[in-house]
């Protein structure tokens, strides 16, 4: 065995969407990271492939959003199972829409940001062993014919719905399978669908078709009659007949560059942190594909952690705040579990009084407004909130939209999402700014652009995750800096 160590701040096992911009995060705030990947090389491959308005704000964040969009294609609205139509043009965000892009040019993205920032990524690991005590954390690490030890003060597993950092820490993932043989497929077509995104549904099967702008489509399709080990191969003509069951037609599919079969599980971890080890995306929630949730959740999981680690490494927080990520993303992922579960089983329905209340869903749309409302924001991911302690602010615990800001200086941020490019909290005020001073390096002080507006006599203290952590009416500076201690530590000497 060798002798070879290697000390990091943080190890994040895992270099997925959800593992990169951790490391990302990480590495701008300065902190030594390590990303140690079990994959030899990158796949060209991509299950996941709708990035939602929540995380196009987070890549907004991160300067990447724009970037994103370019590699693929925007998607404002979509017909469901007839007449269930989602109308994203509504949604109060810079992004009403669906970014559809293969996960590859996801992860492209914010592996460069990483590297960028310096972190390191080593592939070809396999994760012999984890251990931990009341200063860091161990991993022995086998990368090609070496064992080596990997150190940190924290550890992140971010390696999937099979992950081995879950399981060397013994931590249970209860659940059940969802649906099985579950065709997936990237194709041409010879005739392009009436409509941009092609769902629907019968009592034969299910189907769903995605264009990714560049010629390919994404087809996802089960046939109920059909059930089959996913060690079987898959056929184009097997995804041509159950397409044409269920549209009706097969469009002419043709020149598949990939094809799987593979089944859908709803399980979640019961604590998403375990002393100094925290789990994150599919590692510690996986659910159905429905609603297109899953790399979407893992990577607000990411937004969510990142800036707490930060703190807690730095010495800036007290333990308790990297106990928030369990009590703020765990019941996420649970909502998310329940809702691509109803919608996959509404869609995969065998019963035919579920078929018919499928079909009065589609009938009354036009009559659900509100309803499906919230459902795309939910499903958007800006429906979300996180805990507040009672009594606070009605903004405390919500996103905050992307504010205009007043330029300081020419070429400044002049909106929310630019200010939070630096990694660090944003205060915004009328007045008041300078009493932020003593902490420069952990926040950016902002005057909101039209000083008479909804803020006008409101201080508001937002998280580097775009949430507002604090917000008060004129308050005292004895009162902010009070309240700059509890979220930013004590000020450098």
Known sequence: MSDKQQTSDVVIVGAGPTGLLLAGDLATAGLRVTVLEKREAESNLTRAFGVHARTLEQFDDRGLADEL????QVISSMRLFGNLV????????RFPFILITPQYNTERLLKERALKAGATIVRGTELLALHQDGRGVGLDVRVGGDTVAHTATYAVGADGVRSAVRDLLGIPYPGESVVSSVLLADVRLKREPEEVITVSANAQGFAFMVPFGDGWYRVIAWDRSRQRPESDPVSLAEIVDITRTVYGVDYGLHDPRWMSRFHSDERQVPNYRS????????????HSPAGGQGMNTGLQDAANLSWKLVAAVRGWSPDA????????????GRTVLRSSGALIRLALAHSAPTRALRSVLAATAGHLGPLTERGTRQVSGIGFSYPAPKGSHHLVGHRIPDLRLALERPGGPSRLHEALRAGRAVLISNDELSVAEPWADRVVTAAPADPHGKLRDTVLLVRPDGYAAWAGVDPSRGELRAVLSQWLGTPAD
Do not use: K
């Not at 969009?69 to 693929?72: C, R, V």
């Not at 990520?325 to 019941?331: A, C, D, F, L, V």
């Open 86 to 93: 989602v109308d994203m043009r509504r949604l109060p965000t």
């Open 69 to 72: 969009i370019s590699t693929g």
């Open 321 to 332: 705040l990297l106990d928030t990520y369990q009590t703020e993303r765990h019941p996420v």
């Open 275 to 286: 002393g100094r080890f925290f789990l994150a995306g599919d590692a510690a929630h996986c």
